[in-house]
């Protein structure tokens, strides 16, 4: 017996490490503490891509720093300074910066912390899925199946730009504990259902809203088939306590600013069309994948779910109907059906502040994994002969060569990440190390806004902001889903500049230095020549000029 559970270890390393190598390897190979793994897309988008990139790796590690140093500021963050709370104007990065914290105490650099963090998510995301997939079928190789399924399948890979918005490792936790919790009542049980359930709240709006209509069902169910027999009525006072103060912790601000009127509704909100689940498209789950899954539905129970009393099978199918369902909203509508998004809508403030509902069509895919498991584990338990563990170990590899498609195979991998050499340049980072060397502390004001011909152009914000994951000061420079609330009052003083007026207005706001970038093609360059004249005539105390910046003092009295 013990021989053998060293060989489904062994077997999950080498799945968990196999799958790790063919998805990030060659990107990390190339500087883990420089590169990180990104999908480019269309040109266009290019800008945008690799903001969105910067703005998760600054999100990462300065959520770990936060949470290591002062976690009851966890909200204030750097950007977007004066506004407060400035961290739910955005995606809060909550989960990911928790699993950061222990890369980001070894090591204090953002690019490496995000790359751990991106490992750490696979290796749960499959811990998660074997766990509960063995425990329901009591096979060890059904969860291996179901752990490579949801761990490394192109759905789960498809957005590595925002992994946080694919993140439903927690609620495949929540299931695992919360069905031994009501079968035996164990405070461990209760325990890992209440951080698991709150990890999930603090991972993205969509998995945590797709997370929730799954497990709905499945909740249902265990009340029906275990009713509350062997819960003590404090273990369900603690779990409820502690996914009630997590909602106060992360949902707060965001309710703060809603009622503040700075979270605007969405004129236009995107909706999954059930198109993408069909072979070829983005989110079909593949020919083996739906065999197994398929299975489950048709195998007895008494053959696929040898682990647990009770039949779970149809409400996770109904769960992930649900999520199919609210994903599409309207589109379903088109087709007859009620639109399941505006119903919930009805139920959950703040849905129409929601960009891209799309996204919780993510909650589909642990339903279909788990599933896929179970019907394995049935398909497994159909063998007669000896050897079947054996057996089991063969499909193993057999559905890793065919989701992973590892290139010593001469296969191509189904995801392959372009390398993003996200890590800002060194001198920029000597720019603000030589500032604080020579004590000029407190919040940026760094100019000029970027801008276009309509207006305020947020993707040219993003490398001030990855910036700050290195000097940690706060900074004018904003990149939010929401429109920071001083930025027509920062854009006026912005054009004014340096003027004394401008200047005195920035001091009240609190700024304390001016950091201006000069254009490489001139773009900027009256007020780089007003700048200059307002240094000469003394009326602005020059501090330091490095690498295309200079860094003007805002100390009371400085030009008086």
């Given at each position: 017996?013990?021989?053998?559970?060293?060989?489904?270890?062994?077997?999950?390393?080498?799945?968990?490490?196999?799958?790790?190598?063919?998805?990030?390897?060659?990107?990390?190979?190339?500087?883990?503490?420089?590169?990180?793994?990104?999908?480019?897309?269309?040109?266009?988008?290019?800008?945008?891509?690799?903001?969105?990139?910067?703005?998760?790796?600054?999100?990462?590690?300065?959520?770990?720093?936060?949470?290591?140093?002062?976690?009851?500021?966890?909200?204030?963050?750097?950007?977007?300074?004066?506004?407060?709370?400035?961290?739910?104007?955005?995606?809060?990065?909550?989960?990911?910066?928790?699993?950061?914290?222990?890369?980001?105490?070894?090591?204090?650099?953002?690019?490496?912390?995000?790359?751990?963090?991106?490992?750490?998510?696979?290796?749960?995301?499959?811990?998660?899925?074997?766990?509960?997939?063995?425990?329901?079928?009591?096979?060890?190789?059904?969860?291996?199946?179901?752990?490579?399924?949801?761990?490394?399948?192109?759905?789960?890979?498809?957005?590595?730009?925002?992994?946080?918005?694919?993140?439903?490792?927690?609620?495949?936790?929540?299931?695992?504990?919360?069905r031994r919790w009501f079968a035996k009542g164990?405070?461990?049980?209760?325990?890992?259902?209440?951080?698991?359930?709150?990890?999930?709240?603090?991972?993205?709006?969509?998995?945590?809203?797709?997370?929730?209509?799954?497990?709905?069902?499945?909740?249902?169910?265990?009340?029906?088939?275990?009713?509350?027999?062997?819960?003590?009525?404090?273990?369900?006072?603690?779990?409820?306590?502690?996914?009630?103060?997590?909602?106060?912790?992360?949902?707060?601000?965001?309710?703060?600013?809603?009622?503040?009127?700075?979270?605007?509704?969405?004129?236009?909100?995107t909706f999954q069309g059930l198109i993408a689940?069909?072979?070829?498209?983005?989110?079909?789950?593949?020919?083996?994948?739906?065999?197994?899954?398929?299975?489950?539905?048709?195998?007895?129970?008494?053959?696929?779910?040898?682990?647990?009393?009770?039949?779970?099978?149809?409400?996770?199918?109904?769960?992930?109907?649900?999520?199919?369902?609210?994903?599409?909203?309207?589109?379903?509508?088109?087709?007859?059906?009620?639109?399941?998004?505006?119903?919930?809508?009805?139920?959950?403030?703040?849905?129409?502040n929601v960009r891209i509902p799309l996204k919780?069509?993510?909650?589909?895919?642990?339903?279909?994994?788990?599933?896929?498991?179970?019907?394995?584990?049935?398909?497994?338990?159909?063998?007669?002969?000896?050897?079947?563990?054996?057996?089991?170990?063969?499909?193993?590899?057999?559905?890793?060569?065919?989701?992973?498609?590892?290139?010593?195979?001469?296969?191509?991998?189904?995801?392959?990440?372009?390398?993003?050499?996200?890590?800002?340049?060194?001198?920029?980072?000597?720019?603000?190390?030589?500032?604080?060397?020579?004590?000029?502390?407190?919040?940026?004001?760094?100019?000029?806004?970027?801008?276009?011909?309509?207006?305020?152009?947020?993707?040219?914000?993003?490398?001030?902001?990855?910036?700050?994951?290195?000097?940690?000061?706060?900074?004018?420079?904003?990149?939010?889903?929401?429109?920071?609330?001083?930025?027509?009052?920062?854009?006026?003083?912005?054009?004014?500049?340096?003027?004394?007026?401008?200047?005195?207005?920035?001091?009240?706001?609190?700024?304390?230095?001016?950091?201006?970038?000069?254009?490489?093609?001139?773009?900027?360059?009256?007020?780089?020549?007003?700048?200059?004249?307002?240094?000469?005539?003394?009326?602005?105390?020059?501090?330091?000029?490095?690498?295309?910046?200079?860094?003007?003092?805002?100390?009371?009295?400085?030009?008086?």
């Amino acid at each position: 017996m013990r021989v053998r559970r060293l060989l489904w270890l062994t077997s999950f390393v080498l799945v968990v490490g196999g799958g790790l190598s063919v998805t990030y390897g060659d990107v990390w190979r190339e500087g883990i503490v420089q590169f990180v793994p990104s999908q480019w897309g269309e040109e266009k988008m290019g800008p945008i891509v690799r903001a969105d990139q910067r703005f998760v790796v600054w999100g990462v590690s300065r959520n770990a720093r936060a949470l290591l140093h002062h976690p009851q500021r966890l909200f204030d963050a750097e950007q977007c300074y004066p506004a407060e709370n400035s961290l739910a104007l955005g995606e809060p990065l909550l989960s990911m910066g928790l699993l950061g914290t222990l890369p980001w105490a070894l090591t204090g650099e953002p690019i490496f912390t995000y790359n751990a963090v991106l490992a750490l998510m696979s290796v749960l995301a499959a811990l998660a899925m074997f766990a509960l997939v063995r425990d329901w079928t009591g096979q060890s190789s059904a969860g291996l199946v179901a752990a490579i399924l949801y761990a490394f399948h192109p759905i789960a890979l498809r957005d590595v730009i925002h992994p946080y918005s694919s993140d439903t490792t927690w609620v495949v936790f929540a299931l695992f504990f919360g069905r031994r919790w009501f079968a035996k009542g164990q405070w461990r049980d209760a325990l890992g259902l209440g951080a698991s359930a709150s990890l999930q709240m603090a991972t993205s709006f969509y998995p945590f809203l797709a997370s929730c209509v799954l497990a709905l069902p499945v909740g249902l169910w265990l009340l029906w088939r275990f009713r509350l027999r062997e819960i003590r009525l404090v273990q369900l006072a603690f779990v409820l306590a502690a996914i009630a103060l997590t909602a106060l912790l992360v949902f707060g601000p965001y309710v703060e600013l809603r009622a503040a009127g700075e979270l605007e509704e969405r004129g236009r909100q995107t909706f999954q069309g059930l198109i993408a689940y069909l072979p070829g498209r983005k989110l079909f789950f593949g020919w083996l994948g739906s065999a197994l899954l398929l299975l489950a539905l048709l195998v007895p129970r008494r053959l696929s779910l040898a682990g647990i009393a009770g039949d779970p099978r149809w409400a996770l199918l109904l769960g992930g109907l649900l999520v199919v369902g609210v994903a599409a909203g309207p589109r379903l509508a088109r087709l007859g059906f009620p639109n399941l998004y505006d119903a919930l809508a009805l139920l959950v403030p703040g849905l129409d502040n929601v960009r891209i509902p799309l996204k919780i069509a993510i909650g589909a895919h642990p339903a279909q994994c788990i599933l896929a498991g179970i019907g394995f584990a049935g398909l497994l338990r159909l063998w007669r002969w000896r050897g079947g563990w054996l057996v089991g170990l063969v499909c193993v590899a057999l559905v890793f060569v065919e989701v992973v498609r590892p290139p010593f195979l001469g296969l191509t991998p189904a995801v392959v990440y372009e390398s993003f050499d996200a890590r800002p340049r060194q001198l920029d980072i000597q720019f603000y190390e030589q500032l604080e060397a020579r004590g000029n502390r407190g919040p940026l004001f760094e100019i000029p806004i970027p801008k276009t011909p309509k207006g305020y152009f947020w993707p040219g914000t993003s490398p001030d902001i990855l910036l700050s994951a290195y000097h940690h000061r706060r900074t004018s420079a904003c990149y939010a889903s929401y429109r920071q609330p001083h930025r027509s009052q920062l854009e006026s003083i912005s054009e004014r500049l340096p003027s004394r007026e401008a200047m005195e207005e920035l001091r009240q706001f609190g700024f304390t230095t001016i950091t201006l970038k000069y254009s490489m093609r001139g773009k900027n360059q009256r007020q780089e020549d007003a700048f200059r004249s307002a240094q000469q005539r003394g009326e602005l105390r020059h501090i330091l000029s490095l690498a295309r910046r200079s860094a003007f003092a805002l100390e009371p009295g400085d030009h008086e």
